[in-house]
């Protein structure tokens, strides 16, 4: 489960870095571009290693945060921590 969720931080902070060298009205959609690449490529991964327990968990829990990330909400880290622990 946890290299699933490491995939998914890797992929979102590498895309969302060279997202931002866009222009302006490109790089205005970083967080959703990010967001929805990272949530496929966890997908995509949590289902070649079987969709065991550990990796569905990790798949919800880093779908719930990139869902908050992506909404730009003002949400303290404690509270995004709180709902995927939730799930």
């Not at 902070?13 to 959703?32: I, K, T, Y």
């Not at 798949?59 to 909400?73: D, E, F, H």
Request: no cysteine.
């Amino acid at each position: 489960g946890m290299h699933v969720a490491l995939l998914g931080i890797a992929v979102f902070v590498a895309l969302r870095f060279l997202w931002l060298r866009l222009p302006a009205p490109l790089a205005s959609f970083d967080l959703e571009v990010a967001a929805s690449a990272s949530l496929v490529a966890t997908a995509y991964y949590a289902a070649l290693t079987g969709f065991a327990v550990p990796a569905q968990r990790s798949l919800v829990m880093i779908a719930i945060a990139l869902a908050v990330l992506a909404s730009r909400r003002r949400i303290g880290a404690a509270q995004v921590l709180a709902v995927t622990l939730v799930a």
